[in-house]
């Protein structure tokens, strides 16, 4: 059974760095489109960041753009996001997820694009 697990997540102050880890168990990264998203309280699931196998393209939302970064190890099958300078506003559990098929650089942000979850790690940043 396909498992993505999520760490790194903590409590920080604002302007503050953290690097979240996805860890994935039966499934190969190598060859995945894998995602990084996240739901802050009282709100929607939103695309964070993406990077697609066919080109190792990567793909950021405009509120973390410059200051996140997303990177596969695939050695190690972990993909990671890289955070930094963060806001109180980036406070919100983020998922990890993963589609092992080709896709499209327009869905790379769409969650239903995504076949397979984490269960996700809380970040907290405290202004």
């Known amino acids: 059974q396909v498992q993505l697990v999520e760490s790194g997540g903590g409590l920080v102050q604002a302007g503050g760095s953290l690097r979240l880890s996805c860890a994935a168990s039966d499934y190969t990264v190598a060859g995945a489109n894998m995602g990084w998203f996240r739901q802050g309280p009282g709100k929607e699931r939103e695309f964070v960041a993406a990077i697609r196998w066919a080109d190792d393209r990567t793909y950021y939302a405009d509120s973390v753009k410059g200051r996140f970064t997303i990177s596969k190890v695939n050695a190690k099958n972990t993909v990671s996001l890289q955070m930094n300078s963060l806001k109180p506003e980036d406070t919100a559990v983020y998922y990890c997820?993963?589609?092992?098929?080709?896709?499209?650089?327009?869905?790379?942000?769409?969650?239903?694009?995504?076949?397979?979850w984490g269960q996700g790690t809380q970040v907290t940043v405290s202004s």
């Open positions: 997820a993963a589609v092992h098929r080709w896709i499209p650089s327009s869905q790379a942000p769409n969650p239903s694009t995504y076949d397979y």
